[in-house]
């Protein structure tokens, strides 16, 4: 109910306390009052229902318990003329208890929109020894798998170790174990391209001589001694010293 409506059905209800006596037209004319602040009640108490639905229960034993006088008051009001004196006392003092709860209501409902509600909680990320152990947990299992021999399976799995954890420090050597299955399983040609990728996304990483020995090997077996010559030979003279390189040098004089 807008405040100064309140205010307004004040002024005849105090004007029938001082007169002390009512007309029938005075009857009339508060029985209008009445019925116009029971519509209000009723069109606040929708309003509070679809907008603060907790401040809804504050209200509804007021709001149900001026209703409920609004009623006797109505029926007796007729009967007897001096009660039209105790029906404006009654209304008056529920009216001020009334728009104390409304002006509250008010205040209440400028402060929650003056006041930002609490930001969402993020959940917290979980500690980096855990993620690093979950990590280190999906390689072994996939390093695990190709060991046993199920080099679909493990092919699979080091796929999915790099979606999740593309940057992690085991990402090269998934990277090379991926070529290893596709090489273990007798297709050179898709495991020269995975090899490749070793060498061009991990330039610094330990796999890299492994990797080329490999292609190497892929090439030899699709009979391509030529490439094979080539790649054994860049292994031997960027790696120097290395097992991969002594490897290649071994290949090498069995192909001369």
């Known amino acids: 109910m807008k405040l100064h409506n309140l205010a307004g059905f004040l002024t ?11 007309t029938t037209r005075d009857i009339a004319y508060l029985n209008d009052q009445i019925e116009e602040l ?11 229902s679809s907008e603060m639905p907790k401040e809804r229960a504050d209200l509804e ?10 009623k006797i008051l109505r029926a007796n009001i007729e009967e007897d003329r001096d009660l039209i004196n105790k029906v404006a006392d009654e209304l008056e003092e529920l009216r001020r208890e009334y728009k104390e709860k409304i002006l509250a209501y008010q205040k209440e409902k400028e402060k929650k ?10 959940p917290k990320e979980r500690p980096s020894i855990t993620m690093k152990e979950d990590m280190e947990g999906a390689y ?7 060991k046993r021999g199920d080099y679909t399976h493990a ?3 080091f796929k999915e170790f790099l979606h999740t954890y593309p940057t992690s420090e085991y990402a090269d050597n998934a990277q090379y174990w991926i070529g290893e299955c596709y090489y273990l399983r007798g297709d050179y040609e898709t495991a020269i391209l995975e090899y490749e990728k070793v060498i061009k996304h991990y330039p610094t990483g330990d796999k890299v001589p492994s ?6 090997f892929s090439f030899l077996n699709l009979g391509d001694k ?31």
């Open 12 to 22: 005849p209800l105090a004007f029938f306390v001082f007169v002390g006596c009512a």
């Open 38 to 48: 029971q519509q209000e009640l009723e069109a606040i108490k929708g309003k509070l």
């Open 61 to 70: 034993t007021s709001i149900e318990d001026l209703q409920r006088e609004i």
């Open 113 to 122: 929109i003056k006041t930002p509600p609490p930001p969402t909680a993020i």
């Open 140 to 146: 072994q299992a996939a390093y695990q798998t190709l």
């Open 155 to 157: 092919l699979k799995m």
């Open 211 to 216: 990797a080329l020995l490999k292609q190497g």
């Open 226 to 256: 030529v490439d094979a010559k080539i790649l054994f030979k860049k292994v031997i003279k960027e790696y120097p010293g290395s097992h991969q390189a002594e490897i290649a040098t071994k290949k090498l004089k069995l192909l001369d």
